[in-house]
Protein backbone atom coordinates (compact mmCIF):
# COMPACT_ATOMS: atom_id res chain seq x y z
CA UNK A 1 0.00 0.00 0.00
CA UNK A 2 1.06 3.48 -0.95
CA UNK A 3 2.44 5.58 2.06
CA UNK A 4 0.11 8.21 3.77
CA UNK A 5 1.96 11.14 1.77
CA UNK A 6 1.96 9.40 -1.27
CA UNK A 7 -1.81 8.92 -0.80
CA UNK A 8 -2.26 12.51 -0.37
CA UNK A 9 -0.52 13.53 -2.73
CA UNK A 10 -1.78 11.16 -5.44
CA UNK A 11 -5.70 12.02 -4.14
CA UNK A 12 -4.31 15.98 -5.05
CA UNK A 13 -5.27 17.17 -1.46
CA UNK A 14 -2.96 19.09 0.64
CA UNK A 15 0.03 17.54 2.04
CA UNK A 16 1.69 18.28 5.25
CA UNK A 17 4.68 16.97 6.92
CA UNK A 18 6.59 18.10 9.40
CA UNK A 19 10.77 18.17 9.91
CA UNK A 20 12.30 16.29 13.31
CA UNK A 21 15.76 15.40 14.59
CA UNK A 22 17.49 12.90 16.01
CA UNK A 23 19.14 14.00 19.58
CA UNK A 24 22.80 13.95 19.94
CA UNK A 25 22.44 11.18 22.06
CA UNK A 26 19.93 8.15 22.12
CA UNK A 27 17.02 9.17 24.51
CA UNK A 28 14.59 9.26 21.95
CA UNK A 29 11.61 10.73 23.73
CA UNK A 30 10.98 14.07 22.76
CA UNK A 31 10.98 13.38 19.26
CA UNK A 32 9.28 10.19 19.63
CA UNK A 33 6.64 12.79 21.92
CA UNK A 34 6.81 15.37 19.46
CA UNK A 35 5.77 12.74 16.76
CA UNK A 36 3.22 11.39 18.61
CA UNK A 37 1.37 14.08 19.16
CA UNK A 38 1.41 15.34 14.93
CA UNK A 39 0.86 12.03 13.38
CA UNK A 40 -2.84 11.98 12.34
CA UNK A 41 -2.63 15.34 11.71
CA UNK A 42 0.29 15.54 9.36
CA UNK A 43 1.37 12.99 6.48
CA UNK A 44 4.69 12.31 7.84
CA UNK A 45 7.63 13.28 9.62
CA UNK A 46 10.35 13.69 8.38
CA UNK A 47 13.87 12.95 10.05
CA UNK A 48 16.98 14.69 9.42
CA UNK A 49 19.81 12.77 8.57
CA UNK A 50 23.09 13.79 10.36
CA UNK A 51 21.61 17.65 10.24
CA UNK A 52 23.91 20.23 9.89
CA UNK A 53 26.61 17.80 8.90
CA UNK A 54 26.60 17.03 12.92
CA UNK A 55 26.96 13.57 14.96
CA UNK A 56 23.59 12.69 16.34
CA UNK A 57 21.81 9.39 16.58
CA UNK A 58 20.60 8.03 13.03
CA UNK A 59 17.63 9.09 10.83
CA UNK A 60 16.80 5.59 10.28
CA UNK A 61 17.10 4.52 14.09
CA UNK A 62 14.41 7.04 14.50
CA UNK A 63 12.78 6.04 11.61
CA UNK A 64 12.16 2.87 13.12
CA UNK A 65 10.81 4.08 16.29
CA UNK A 66 8.67 5.74 14.56
CA UNK A 67 7.16 3.15 12.41
CA UNK A 68 7.48 0.63 14.96
CA UNK A 69 4.71 3.29 17.04
CA UNK A 70 2.04 3.46 13.45
CA UNK A 71 4.07 6.76 12.74
CA UNK A 72 5.21 7.01 8.86
CA UNK A 73 8.38 8.82 8.47
CA UNK A 74 10.08 10.26 5.72
CA UNK A 75 13.74 8.88 5.70
CA UNK A 76 16.27 11.41 5.01
CA UNK A 77 19.32 9.82 3.01
CA UNK A 78 22.38 11.88 2.33
CA UNK A 79 25.58 10.85 0.33
CA UNK A 80 27.81 12.34 2.50
CA UNK A 81 28.86 9.58 5.18
CA UNK A 82 28.40 6.52 3.17
CA UNK A 83 29.14 5.27 -0.23
CA UNK A 84 27.03 2.92 -1.96
CA UNK A 85 26.85 -0.61 -0.47
CA UNK A 86 26.15 1.52 3.01
CA UNK A 87 23.38 3.58 0.97
CA UNK A 88 22.16 0.20 -0.51
CA UNK A 89 21.92 -1.75 2.62
CA UNK A 90 20.19 1.42 4.72
CA UNK A 91 17.55 1.55 2.26
CA UNK A 92 16.44 -2.17 2.26
CA UNK A 93 16.41 -2.21 6.15
CA UNK A 94 14.59 1.00 5.63
CA UNK A 95 11.99 -1.31 3.20
CA UNK A 96 12.21 -3.87 5.43
CA UNK A 97 10.70 -1.98 8.47
CA UNK A 98 8.36 -0.60 5.80
CA UNK A 99 9.80 2.56 5.93
CA UNK A 100 8.67 3.91 2.33
CA UNK A 101 9.38 7.81 2.03
CA UNK A 102 12.82 8.45 1.07
CA UNK A 103 14.20 11.48 0.48
CA UNK A 104 17.28 11.87 -1.26
CA UNK A 105 20.00 14.79 -0.01
CA UNK A 106 23.54 15.56 -1.00
CA UNK A 107 24.39 16.61 2.14
CA UNK A 108 26.07 19.43 3.92
CA UNK A 109 29.99 19.43 4.17
CA UNK A 110 31.44 17.90 7.24
CA UNK A 111 33.40 21.13 7.38
CA UNK A 112 30.07 23.03 8.06
CA UNK A 113 29.53 20.71 10.93
CA UNK A 114 30.38 19.70 14.65
CA UNK A 115 33.16 17.06 13.38
CA UNK A 116 34.86 19.08 10.51
CA UNK A 117 37.75 16.13 10.81
CA UNK A 118 35.20 13.97 8.75
CA UNK A 119 36.41 12.40 5.34
CA UNK A 120 33.50 13.72 3.47
CA UNK A 121 32.01 10.60 1.33
CA UNK A 122 30.11 12.33 -1.47
CA UNK A 123 30.11 9.44 -3.98
CA UNK A 124 26.57 9.78 -4.56
CA UNK A 125 24.89 13.14 -4.38
CA UNK A 126 21.02 13.29 -4.91
CA UNK A 127 20.54 12.68 -7.66
CA UNK A 128 22.65 9.31 -7.64
CA UNK A 129 20.60 8.27 -4.45
CA UNK A 130 17.59 7.91 -6.63
CA UNK A 131 19.43 6.33 -9.33
CA UNK A 132 20.33 4.32 -6.29
CA UNK A 133 17.07 3.99 -5.02
CA UNK A 134 15.31 3.09 -8.47
CA UNK A 135 17.74 0.48 -9.31
CA UNK A 136 16.59 -1.41 -6.10
CA UNK A 137 13.22 -0.41 -6.97
CA UNK A 138 13.59 -2.89 -10.34
CA UNK A 139 15.02 -5.51 -7.99
CA UNK A 140 18.93 -5.11 -8.68
CA UNK A 141 21.63 -3.66 -6.81
CA UNK A 142 23.92 -0.95 -8.35
CA UNK A 143 26.42 -4.07 -9.18
CA UNK A 144 23.90 -5.47 -11.29
CA UNK A 145 23.02 -8.14 -8.82
CA UNK A 146 19.43 -9.32 -8.80
CA UNK A 147 17.82 -8.83 -4.69
CA UNK A 148 16.30 -11.76 -3.14
CA UNK A 149 12.54 -11.87 -2.54
CA UNK A 150 10.53 -8.94 -3.34
CA UNK A 151 11.44 -5.73 -4.53
CA UNK A 152 11.04 -2.42 -2.48
CA UNK A 153 8.57 0.10 -2.78
CA UNK A 154 9.70 3.44 -2.30
CA UNK A 155 8.42 6.95 -2.77
CA UNK A 156 11.13 8.85 -3.44
CA UNK A 157 11.63 12.80 -3.18
CA UNK A 158 14.14 15.58 -3.39
CA UNK A 159 14.80 19.05 -2.56
CA UNK A 160 14.76 22.33 -4.47
CA UNK A 161 15.66 25.75 -3.87
CA UNK A 162 13.22 28.41 -5.28
CA UNK A 163 15.42 31.52 -3.90
CA UNK A 164 18.62 30.53 -6.43
CA UNK A 165 20.64 32.55 -8.52
CA UNK A 166 20.78 31.65 -11.27
CA UNK A 167 17.61 30.07 -10.47
CA UNK A 168 17.95 27.82 -14.24
CA UNK A 169 20.19 26.04 -12.30
CA UNK A 170 18.30 25.15 -9.60
CA UNK A 171 15.10 24.06 -12.54
CA UNK A 172 17.64 22.03 -14.18
CA UNK A 173 18.75 19.64 -11.46
CA UNK A 174 15.09 19.62 -10.15
CA UNK A 175 14.45 18.18 -13.68
CA UNK A 176 17.54 15.76 -13.19
CA UNK A 177 16.07 14.44 -10.23
CA UNK A 178 12.61 14.28 -11.61
CA UNK A 179 14.06 11.86 -14.33
CA UNK A 180 15.45 9.79 -11.50
CA UNK A 181 12.42 9.11 -9.75
CA UNK A 182 11.61 12.29 -7.54
CA UNK A 183 7.74 12.14 -7.05
CA UNK A 184 8.05 14.83 -4.51
CA UNK A 185 9.71 17.71 -3.70
CA UNK A 186 10.38 19.94 -0.45
CA UNK A 187 11.89 23.00 -0.87
CA UNK A 188 14.09 25.38 1.31
CA UNK A 189 12.21 27.73 3.80
CA UNK A 190 10.42 30.02 1.79
CA UNK A 191 8.79 33.17 3.33
CA UNK A 192 6.80 35.20 0.44
CA UNK A 193 3.90 34.32 -1.59
CA UNK A 194 6.06 36.11 -4.20
CA UNK A 195 8.34 33.32 -4.31
CA UNK A 196 5.63 30.78 -4.32
CA UNK A 197 4.09 32.01 -7.48
CA UNK A 198 7.03 32.96 -9.42
CA UNK A 199 8.64 29.72 -8.63
CA UNK A 200 4.88 27.54 -9.71
CA UNK A 201 5.44 29.58 -13.20
CA UNK A 202 8.88 28.27 -13.27
CA UNK A 203 8.06 24.44 -12.42
CA UNK A 204 4.75 24.65 -14.87
CA UNK A 205 4.30 21.27 -16.49
CA UNK A 206 6.83 19.27 -14.03
CA UNK A 207 5.24 15.65 -13.17
CA UNK A 208 5.73 15.55 -9.73
CA UNK A 209 4.64 17.67 -6.42
CA UNK A 210 6.17 21.02 -4.69
CA UNK A 211 5.60 20.91 -0.83
CA UNK A 212 6.75 24.03 0.36
CA UNK A 213 9.05 24.91 3.05
CA UNK A 214 8.20 26.76 6.13
CA UNK A 215 10.26 27.64 8.93
CA UNK A 216 8.42 29.60 11.71
CA UNK A 217 10.34 32.65 12.59
CA UNK A 218 11.54 32.97 16.29
CA UNK A 219 13.04 36.51 16.09
CA UNK A 220 14.51 39.13 14.01
CA UNK A 221 17.80 37.87 15.41
CA UNK A 222 17.17 34.55 13.95
CA UNK A 223 15.53 35.86 10.46
CA UNK A 224 18.96 37.70 9.52
CA UNK A 225 21.36 35.27 10.45
CA UNK A 226 19.45 32.63 7.73
CA UNK A 227 19.48 35.71 5.34
CA UNK A 228 23.22 35.48 5.81
CA UNK A 229 24.23 32.00 6.33
CA UNK A 230 21.87 29.94 5.24
CA UNK A 231 22.02 29.26 1.35
CA UNK A 232 17.92 29.81 -0.75
CA UNK A 233 17.00 31.87 2.49
CA UNK A 234 15.46 34.98 1.77
CA UNK A 235 13.59 36.85 4.77
CA UNK A 236 11.84 39.93 3.33
CA UNK A 237 12.71 43.38 5.31
CA UNK A 238 9.56 43.93 6.02
CA UNK A 239 8.36 40.46 8.11
CA UNK A 240 12.15 41.26 9.68
CA UNK A 241 10.05 44.56 10.81
CA UNK A 242 7.27 42.91 11.78
CA UNK A 243 8.92 41.08 14.26
CA UNK A 244 11.26 43.74 15.46
CA UNK A 245 8.05 45.92 16.61
CA UNK A 246 5.86 42.77 17.66
CA UNK A 247 5.49 42.20 21.72
CA UNK A 248 5.45 38.38 21.38
CA UNK A 249 7.93 37.47 18.67
CA UNK A 250 7.58 33.80 18.97
CA UNK A 251 3.41 33.66 18.75
CA UNK A 252 3.62 36.03 15.83
CA UNK A 253 6.26 33.96 13.96
CA UNK A 254 3.80 31.63 14.56
CA UNK A 255 0.60 33.65 13.35
CA UNK A 256 3.22 34.74 9.69
CA UNK A 257 4.35 30.82 8.99
CA UNK A 258 0.17 30.03 9.50
CA UNK A 259 -0.74 32.87 7.09
CA UNK A 260 1.45 31.95 4.53
CA UNK A 261 0.38 27.98 4.36
CA UNK A 262 -3.13 29.20 4.35
CA UNK A 263 -2.49 31.54 1.53
CA UNK A 264 -0.43 29.08 -0.16
CA UNK A 265 -3.60 26.62 -0.17
CA UNK A 266 -6.21 29.03 -1.09
CA UNK A 267 -4.18 30.37 -3.89
CA UNK A 268 -3.53 26.74 -4.81
CA UNK A 269 0.19 27.50 -5.34
CA UNK A 270 1.84 24.31 -4.10
CA UNK A 271 0.68 20.08 -3.28
CA UNK A 272 1.29 20.99 0.74
CA UNK A 273 3.96 21.47 2.88
CA UNK A 274 7.09 20.72 4.83
CA UNK A 275 7.26 22.67 8.11
CA UNK A 276 10.70 22.97 9.63
CA UNK A 277 10.46 24.08 13.14
CA UNK A 278 14.26 23.47 13.96
CA UNK A 279 14.30 23.07 17.74
CA UNK A 280 10.67 24.59 18.56
CA UNK A 281 8.72 21.07 17.33
CA UNK A 282 5.92 22.02 19.79
CA UNK A 283 5.37 25.38 17.63
CA UNK A 284 4.19 22.81 14.65
CA UNK A 285 1.00 22.12 16.02
CA UNK A 286 -0.30 25.63 16.96
CA UNK A 287 0.76 26.43 13.37
CA UNK A 288 -1.44 23.78 11.96
CA UNK A 289 -4.21 25.17 14.39
CA UNK A 290 -3.82 28.45 13.63
CA UNK A 291 -3.78 27.64 9.75
CA UNK A 292 -6.92 25.69 10.60
CA UNK A 293 -4.96 22.13 9.19
CA UNK A 294 -4.98 20.89 12.69
CA UNK A 295 -8.29 17.91 11.65
CA UNK B 1 57.85 27.22 -9.72
CA UNK B 2 56.92 26.49 -5.95
CA UNK B 3 60.54 26.67 -5.29
CA UNK B 4 60.09 23.68 -2.88
CA UNK B 5 63.25 22.45 -4.70
CA UNK B 6 66.10 22.92 -7.02
CA UNK B 7 69.63 24.00 -6.38
CA UNK B 8 68.97 26.91 -3.93
CA UNK B 9 66.42 25.31 -1.68
CA UNK B 10 68.96 22.32 -1.55
CA UNK B 11 71.55 24.42 -0.53
CA UNK B 12 69.44 26.44 1.38
CA UNK B 13 68.89 23.31 3.58
CA UNK B 14 72.88 22.20 3.56
CA UNK B 15 73.54 25.02 5.54
CA UNK B 16 70.56 24.98 7.61
CA UNK B 17 71.41 21.30 8.83
CA UNK B 18 74.96 21.73 8.79
CA UNK B 19 73.88 24.43 11.17
CA UNK B 20 72.29 21.91 13.42
CA UNK B 21 75.04 19.61 13.57
CA UNK B 22 73.80 17.09 10.94
CA UNK B 23 77.21 16.02 8.73
CA UNK B 24 75.72 16.58 5.21
CA UNK B 25 77.44 13.99 2.91
CA UNK B 26 76.09 15.55 -0.25
CA UNK B 27 73.35 17.56 -1.72
CA UNK B 28 72.10 16.95 -5.34
CA UNK B 29 70.04 17.82 -7.53
CA UNK B 30 68.28 14.96 -9.70
CA UNK B 31 66.78 15.46 -13.17
CA UNK B 32 63.61 13.95 -11.71
CA UNK B 33 63.10 11.42 -9.39
CA UNK B 34 59.77 9.71 -10.63
CA UNK B 35 61.98 8.22 -13.69
CA UNK B 36 63.29 5.05 -12.34
CA UNK B 37 65.97 4.46 -14.86
CA UNK B 38 67.14 7.73 -15.08
CA UNK B 39 67.20 8.12 -11.38
CA UNK B 40 69.26 4.93 -10.57
CA UNK B 41 71.77 6.30 -13.63
CA UNK B 42 71.91 9.74 -12.00
CA UNK B 43 72.78 7.72 -8.25
CA UNK B 44 74.97 6.15 -9.65
CA UNK B 45 78.28 8.80 -9.22
CA UNK B 46 76.68 9.50 -5.62
CA UNK B 47 77.26 5.66 -4.67
CA UNK B 48 79.46 6.21 -1.92
CA UNK B 49 77.43 9.17 -0.45
CA UNK B 50 74.77 7.31 -0.25
CA UNK B 51 75.95 3.91 1.07
CA UNK B 52 77.52 6.11 4.12
CA UNK B 53 74.50 7.75 4.77
CA UNK B 54 72.03 7.30 7.43
CA UNK B 55 69.14 8.90 6.14
CA UNK B 56 68.29 11.22 2.56
CA UNK B 57 66.27 14.10 2.62
CA UNK B 58 64.46 14.21 -0.70
CA UNK B 59 62.59 17.30 -1.43
CA UNK B 60 60.69 15.94 -4.24
CA UNK B 61 56.93 14.86 -4.16
CA UNK B 62 55.91 12.21 -2.75
CA UNK B 63 56.42 10.07 -5.68
CA UNK B 64 60.31 11.20 -5.82
CA UNK B 65 60.28 10.10 -2.09
CA UNK B 66 59.12 6.75 -2.96
CA UNK B 67 61.30 6.09 -5.89
CA UNK B 68 64.66 7.14 -4.12
CA UNK B 69 64.07 4.57 -0.69
CA UNK B 70 63.02 1.91 -3.33
CA UNK B 71 66.34 2.62 -5.25
CA UNK B 72 68.64 3.50 -2.45
CA UNK B 73 67.70 1.21 0.09
CA UNK B 74 68.11 4.06 2.55
CA UNK B 75 65.98 5.19 4.95
CA UNK B 76 64.60 8.38 3.02
CA UNK B 77 62.14 10.79 4.57
CA UNK B 78 60.56 13.81 2.41
CA UNK B 79 60.97 17.42 2.98
CA UNK B 80 57.83 18.30 1.71
CA UNK B 81 54.14 17.95 2.08
CA UNK B 82 53.03 17.40 -1.68
CA UNK B 83 49.48 19.23 -1.62
CA UNK B 84 48.19 18.94 -5.05
CA UNK B 85 48.53 18.59 -8.54
CA UNK B 86 47.81 23.01 -9.50
CA UNK B 87 48.00 25.99 -11.65
CA UNK B 88 49.77 28.94 -10.87
CA UNK B 89 47.40 31.51 -10.70
CA UNK B 90 49.86 34.18 -10.03
CA UNK B 91 53.28 34.55 -8.25
CA UNK B 92 52.93 32.65 -5.31
CA UNK B 93 49.33 31.51 -5.65
CA UNK B 94 49.06 28.39 -6.73
CA UNK B 95 45.07 26.21 -7.04
CA UNK B 96 44.47 22.42 -7.26
CA UNK B 97 43.02 22.06 -11.04
CA UNK B 98 43.63 18.18 -11.27
CA UNK B 99 43.05 15.35 -8.49
CA UNK B 100 44.04 12.74 -11.42
CA UNK B 101 41.25 10.82 -10.65
CA UNK B 102 41.49 8.67 -13.51
CA UNK B 103 38.01 9.12 -15.60
CA UNK B 104 38.26 13.17 -16.74
CA UNK B 105 34.89 14.31 -16.87
CA UNK B 106 36.18 18.12 -18.47
CA UNK B 107 34.81 17.43 -21.72
CA UNK B 108 31.30 17.87 -20.19
CA UNK B 109 32.19 20.53 -17.83
CA UNK B 110 33.47 23.40 -20.12
CA UNK B 111 36.98 22.12 -19.19
CA UNK B 112 36.51 23.21 -15.10
CA UNK B 113 37.05 20.00 -13.29
CA UNK B 114 34.72 19.59 -10.56
CA UNK B 115 36.11 16.65 -9.08
CA UNK B 116 38.96 18.93 -7.44
CA UNK B 117 37.01 22.06 -7.84
CA UNK B 118 33.96 21.83 -6.54
CA UNK B 119 33.86 21.31 -2.15
CA UNK B 120 32.29 17.79 -2.67
CA UNK B 121 33.37 16.70 -5.95
CA UNK B 122 30.18 16.55 -7.27
CA UNK B 123 29.76 15.09 -10.83
CA UNK B 124 26.09 15.62 -11.65
CA UNK B 125 25.44 19.39 -11.20
CA UNK B 126 25.80 21.97 -7.98
CA UNK B 127 24.19 21.12 -4.68
CA UNK B 128 22.11 23.82 -3.11
CA UNK B 129 24.76 25.30 -1.47
CA UNK B 130 26.57 27.77 -3.09
CA UNK B 131 25.67 31.39 -2.23
CA UNK B 132 26.05 34.67 -4.94
CA UNK B 133 28.03 31.97 -6.89
CA UNK B 134 30.32 30.96 -3.80
CA UNK B 135 30.36 27.53 -2.17
CA UNK B 136 28.96 26.81 1.03
CA UNK B 137 32.02 25.57 2.60
CA UNK B 138 34.42 28.35 1.75
CA UNK B 139 33.06 31.65 1.31
CA UNK B 140 36.36 33.06 -0.39
CA UNK B 141 36.00 29.81 -3.15
CA UNK B 142 34.50 30.12 -6.72
CA UNK B 143 31.25 27.63 -6.93
CA UNK B 144 32.90 25.38 -9.16
CA UNK B 145 29.52 24.12 -10.72
CA UNK B 146 28.01 27.57 -10.78
CA UNK B 147 31.35 28.48 -12.90
CA UNK B 148 30.61 25.49 -15.26
CA UNK B 149 26.89 26.16 -15.81
CA UNK B 150 27.95 29.71 -16.52
CA UNK B 151 30.49 28.33 -19.09
CA UNK B 152 28.08 25.86 -20.73
CA UNK B 153 25.55 28.65 -20.88
CA UNK B 154 27.91 30.76 -22.78
CA UNK B 155 28.78 28.41 -25.31
CA UNK B 156 25.53 27.23 -25.94
CA UNK B 157 25.63 24.16 -24.07
CA UNK B 158 23.93 23.59 -21.55
CA UNK B 159 22.54 20.59 -22.76
CA UNK B 160 25.45 18.89 -21.33
CA UNK B 161 24.36 19.99 -17.66
CA UNK B 162 20.96 18.48 -18.25
CA UNK B 163 22.65 14.91 -18.94
CA UNK B 164 21.90 12.82 -15.87
CA UNK B 165 25.79 10.90 -15.41
CA UNK B 166 25.99 7.35 -14.83
CA UNK B 167 26.96 6.62 -11.84
CA UNK B 168 30.65 6.62 -11.58
CA UNK B 169 32.66 3.30 -11.43
CA UNK B 170 35.03 3.14 -9.17
CA UNK B 171 36.43 -0.16 -10.30
CA UNK B 172 39.73 1.57 -12.78
CA UNK B 173 40.10 4.48 -10.96
CA UNK B 174 40.76 2.58 -7.42
CA UNK B 175 44.18 3.02 -6.15
CA UNK B 176 46.67 1.83 -6.94
CA UNK B 177 46.71 2.58 -10.15
CA UNK B 178 49.21 1.58 -13.20
CA UNK B 179 49.19 1.94 -16.43
CA UNK B 180 51.53 -0.30 -18.90
CA UNK B 181 51.46 0.74 -22.26
CA UNK B 182 53.49 -2.21 -23.38
CA UNK B 183 50.97 -4.21 -23.99
CA UNK B 184 51.97 -6.99 -21.30
S1 LIG C 1 37.98 15.20 -13.98
FE1 LIG C 1 39.31 16.62 -12.90
S2 LIG C 1 40.44 15.35 -11.49
FE2 LIG C 1 39.60 13.98 -13.00
S3 LIG C 1 41.24 13.79 -14.52
FE3 LIG C 1 39.86 15.42 -15.24
S4 LIG C 1 40.76 17.30 -14.45
FE4 LIG C 1 41.72 15.62 -13.32
S1 LIG D 1 28.53 25.08 -3.41
FE1 LIG D 1 29.33 24.52 -5.43
S2 LIG D 1 31.49 24.09 -5.11
FE2 LIG D 1 30.55 24.09 -3.11
S3 LIG D 1 30.03 21.96 -2.72
FE3 LIG D 1 28.21 22.87 -3.65
S4 LIG D 1 28.41 22.53 -5.84
FE4 LIG D 1 30.41 22.14 -4.93
Known amino acids: ?295 | MCATGGQEAVDELKAELKENGYDVLDATVLTTSCNDLLTKKELKPLKEAVEDSDLIVSLACGNGVQTLAKLTGKRVVPSNNTLFVGERIRGGVFEETCRTCGACVLGRTAAICPVSRCSKGLLNGPCGGSIDGYCEVDPELKCAWIEIYNRLKEDDRLDLLEEVEPIRSYINVSHPRKLNRRGR
Not at chain 1, 164 to 174: K, R, W, Y
Not at chain 1, 281 to 289: A, C
Open chain 1, 1 to 295: MPSRLQQTLDEGSFAVSAEIAPPKGFDFSHPLEVAKRLWGHVDALNVTDFQSASVKASSLALCIDLIQNGIQPVLQMTGRDRNRIAIQGELLSAAHFGIQNILALTGDHPKTGDNPQAKPVFELDAIGILQTAETLIEGKDLGGNELLGQSPEFFLGAVVSPVFDPIEVQLIQMRKKIRCGARFFQTQGIFSLDVARRFKEQTEGYNTKILYGIIPLRSPGMARFMNRKIPGIEVPNDLIETLEKSENKEQDGIKIAAELISKLKEEKLCDGVHIMAIGAEGNVEKILKEAGLWT
